[in-house]
């Protein structure tokens, strides 16, 4: 059973810094994809960015050139730095990851809450 394990969300002012990190663990097959959604309430889950294999990334719009998505391959890990942040970066942010083969399909994990305040 694969099991997605967030961290790093927290609070912080307009302008700063969060790294969230996500861990899957029950399996040793690497992901295919790796990445990070997120929702606010009223909104549906939106993606924020992902990685395919080592490096092929994709960004939101509205955080590329502020957040970088990076990626541990081997150990199924998945980083997030968030840098100049807003208030409207505030919201629940869930790791995300694919497999084609061994546990072939999409998990999620349980959410971390990254707030902005102005």
């Known amino acids: 059973q694969v099991h997605l394990v967030e961290s790093g969300g927290g609070l912080v002012q307009a302008g700063g810094s969060l790294r969230l990190s996500c861990s899957a663990s029950?399996?040793?097959?690497?992901?295919?994809?790796m990445g990070w959604y997120r929702q606010t309430p009223g909104k549906q889950r939106e993606l924020v960015a992902s990685?395919?294999?080592?490096?092929?990334?994709n960004y939101a719009d509205s955080v590329r050139g502020r957040f970088t998505i990076s990626r541990l391959y081997a150990k199924n890990t998945v980083y997030l730095q968030m840098n100049s942040l807003k208030p409207e970066d505030t919201g629940a942010y869930y790791c995300?990851?694919?497999?084609?083969?061994?546990?072939?399909?999409?998990?999620w994990g349980q959410g971390t809450q990254v707030t902005v305040a102005s």
């Open positions: 995300y990851a694919q497999w084609i083969v061994g546990p072939s399909g999409d998990f």
């Open positions: 029950g399996t040793l097959i690497g992901a295919k994809t």
């Open positions: 990685v395919r294999n080592s490096a092929d990334t």
